[in-house]
């Protein structure tokens, strides 16, 4: 099928499409996504496409299975977050965690940032050099620095019994808090 022979299609059968899709779909976004893929499909098989008022059927049952992978993705994403909302609810902070949390949120932003580097995304002292453009030794002293005030903000908070110390390791990255 050519490409004038495709537009025809297309200009023939848009807006019954439109409309199938429209009534089967929860919003007109979601609607002129499956007649977007649809389209999008029969011009990558444009040669399986009949010629005629055929076309308009095989276009209809295209929609069909688009319809179809949405509904299907729709439910999978309903049931990961639904998982993820359960684990994450299992998960959910203690009371110390969340004064810990605090404190963390209470630190300069240039404090958080290093702690978080080494914590959050696993950085050497040299990565974080290269990230933040100075040299490892000032990141050594700027975190050994951060590292302290941390300590003695939770100190200062009351936190320093064992969960809590935990929990503020794993910020520090193994940095001992006596």
Request: charged residues 25%; proline residues 3%.
């Amino acid at each position: 099928m050519g490409e004038d022979e495709f537009a025809d299609v297309y200009a023939a059968t848009y807006k019954p499409l439109l409309g199938y899709a429209l009534r089967r779909c929860g919003s007109p976004e979601d609607a002129a996504d499956v007649v977007a893929e649809t389209f999008a499909i029969a011009w990558r098989r444009a040669a399986e496409m009949p010629a005629g008022g055929e076309a308009r059927l095989w276009l209809y049952g295209v929609a069909r299975r688009v319809l179809a992978n949405q509904r299907r993705g729709a439910r999978r994403h309903t049931m990961k977050t639904a998982a993820l909302i359960a684990e994450l609810a299992v998960g959910a902070p203690s009371q110390e965690d969340s004064a810990v949390a605090e404190i963390f949120d209470r630190l300069p932003d240039r404090d958080r940032e290093l702690l978080a580097l080494v914590a959050w995304e696993g950085l050497s002292n040299t990565e974080i050099a290269t990230v933040l453009g100075c040299s490892s030794n000032t990141v050594s002293v700027r975190l050994h620095r951060a590292r302290k005030r941390f300590v003695r903000a939770l100190r200062s908070a009351g936190i320093d019994h064992p969960a809590a110390a935990v929990q503020a390791r794993t910020v520090l990255q193994g940095s001992e808090l006596t």
